[in-house]
């Protein structure tokens, strides 16, 4: 069993950072798919960013440039840094991991505005 912790999520002005950080307990997450999902009021969840076990990286469209996912295996940690956000970022930003099953954190609150 895996359980992911989400931190990092808040308030932010437009133009301004958050990072993200994703706890991963167990000792497979080396291995595991980690990424980012987010869902903002009304719309469906949509991957932001994920990495591989190896280091590969995607992003969405609209994120691209401007978010970067990182993950540091000695920590269990998968992170997203997020810059230049825009009020459409606004949304409840969760941590998803897979490897065989499918893991999802409980969600971090991400809110920009002016």
């Known amino acids: 069993q895996v359980q992911l912790v989400e931190s990092g999520g808040g308030l932010v002005q437009p133009g301004g950072s958050l990072r993200l950080s994703c706890a991963a307990s167990g000792s497979i997450f080396s291995i595991m798919f980690m990424g980012w999902y987010r869902q903002a009021p009304g719309k469906q969840r949509e991957l932001v960013a994920g990495?591989?076990?190896?280091?590969?990286?995607n992003y969405a469209d609209s994120v691209k440039g401007r978010f970067t996912i990182s993950r540091d295996n000695a920590k269990n940690t998968v992170y997203l840094q997020m810059n230049s956000l825009k009020p459409e970022d606004t949304a409840v930003y969760y941590c998803?991991?897979?490897?065989?099953?499918?893991?999802w954190g409980q969600g971090t609150q991400v809110t920009v505005s002016s």
């Open positions: 998803y991991a897979r490897y065989v099953t499918v893991y």
């Open positions: 990495i591989t076990s190896g280091g590969s990286t």
